[in-house]
């Protein structure tokens, strides 16, 4: 009788300890959950990685972050609990790297990954010259984020690392833009002359000299290259440049037909319907996110209820399916208004499309699955639209 007595109570201690055990990890985690939805819950621009395991007598909570004040709260909310724990988080960027957190993208177009594997997806890309903060580096590949936030991997041969000090020389120098949709760069001061690399519209480079009808230009690798003037800009005349019209949004738009897509894609080699876009604001002076489910959230709602009329040109139109009782908006499409019903976009190859359903080049498709439209040319510096100029990232402050 004894003995059964005995094992009933450790049955019964037991149930309750794991009981016990399961409502700690169960609060554990939705301390978690709520920080992460706070300070982190679009992962393609912030970094929260972070899992709650249990560990006996404790809960362990443990991962990575970007963000120094999610950790805090999250150690915070974790003491009021009462919970029993072990915190540890890792604050990046990483302290392996050193000093050299900062990057300048060294090839004319880098391809960023969504894992550091080259067979991995294409997530997006960045142009020669584009500075990135870099998080950790993991089998030769660097976690980077971009100018427009996102976060993602390169390989390490597209992205010369750097410490600030080299970053601010290098911001503080003269520069050029190049602005024609493709060329090279050559090792003398005549086209014939041994190329350097390719060049893509977009790209920037110090500005050491001229000769002739050529810039002398430095890579961030420190090549040396020499490049015709009439397909560059001095970098800092372009950016103190007014804000674009819609008919210069279209005429850049407009330079990009017959380029075929390229999912991930963000340069005149090759675009996504996002990076198409993303594309012709940037060499307008105008920094747009980088996915069209996160550019429907910038500039200001254009009023399309009644039809199309209120739209003007270099309005953002996006396409997708609408929300319903079972299921959640979905953005999978963006195009920009050229006027008259028609948009130009990035779909097989870049090309005009009517929402007019006696054009010739009406899309049945874009029509059915439009959801709304934003104006981003008259909410520059506010409504999350940043010019390149304002930009951080460009002055060294990330």
């Known amino acids: 009788m004894s003995k059964l007595i ?28 709520e920080i992460k939805f706070r300070y982190a819950p679009d992962k393609r621009v912030a970094i929260f990685n972070v899992k709650a ?53 060294n090839l004319s177009v880098a391809n960023i990954r969504s894992t550091p594997d080259h067979a991995a997806e294409l997530a ?22 971009t100018p427009d936030n996102y976060i993602a991997w390169v390989d390490t041969d597209g992205v010369t690392r750097m410490s600030k000090s080299m970053l601010d020389k290098w911001i503080n120098s003269e520069k050029i833009i190049y602005l024609r949709e493709y060329g090279f ?23 050491l000299g001229e000769e002739n009808n050529f810039f002398k230009v430095k890579y961030p690798d420190g090549r040396i290259g020499f490049v015709e003037k009439n397909d560059c800009s001095n970098l800092s005349v372009w950016l103190d440049r007014t804000a ?15 380029i075929p897509y390229l999912w991930g894609g963000t340069s005149a080699k090759g675009m996504d319907c996002s990076g198409f876009t993303k594309t012709v604001y940037f060499l307008n002076g105008i920094v747009l996110a980088r996915d069209a489910s996160q550019q429907v959230n910038q500039g200001i709602l254009v009023d399309t209820q009644n ?8 309005d953002l139109l996006f396409f997708g399916t609408v929300e319903t009782d079972s299921t959640k908006e ?29 054009a010739p080049d009406f899309s ?35």
């Open 185 to 207: 760069a050559f090792s003398g001061p005549d086209e014939k002359s041994l190329r350097v690399s390719d060049l893509t519209a977009g790209n920037i480079l110090v500005k």
């Open 124 to 145: 997006t890309q960045a142009l020669l010259g584009t500075p990135v903060k870099i998080f950790k580096a993991l089998a030769g590949f660097y976690l980077v984020q």
């Open 307 to 314: 039809g199309f009329d209120k739209l003007l040109p270099g």
């Open 364 to 398: 049945e498709y874009r029509l059915t699955h439009f959801i709304r439209a934003r104006r981003i040319i008259s909410s520059i510096d506010s409504n999350d639209v940043m010019p390149v100029k304002k930009n951080k990232f460009y002055h060294g402050e990330f």
């Open 53 to 105: 395991s249990d560990s006996g007598d404790f809960v362990k909570i443990s991962g990575e972050t970007n963000i120094p004040e999610a950790a805090d709260q999250l150690s915070q909310m974790l003491e009021r609990s009462g919970l029993k724990f072990k915190l540890d988080i890792r604050i990046l960027p990483a302290d392996s790297l050193g000093e050299k957190i900062y990057g300048l993208v």
């Open 244 to 258: 674009p019209s819609g008919k210069d949004i279209i005429k850049t738009a407009e330079l990009f037909i017959g």
């Open 6 to 33: 005995i094992i009933i109570f450790a049955f019964f201690f037991v149930s309750r300890n794991t009981q016990a055990q399961e409502n700690s990890m169960k609060s554990a985690v939705n301390i978690v959950e």
């Open 330 to 358: 979905r953005v999978t499409h963006v195009g920009i208004y050229k006027g008259n019903q028609q948009f130009i976009h990035e779909s097989g190859r870049v090309k005009v499309n009517s929402l007019d359903r006696n």
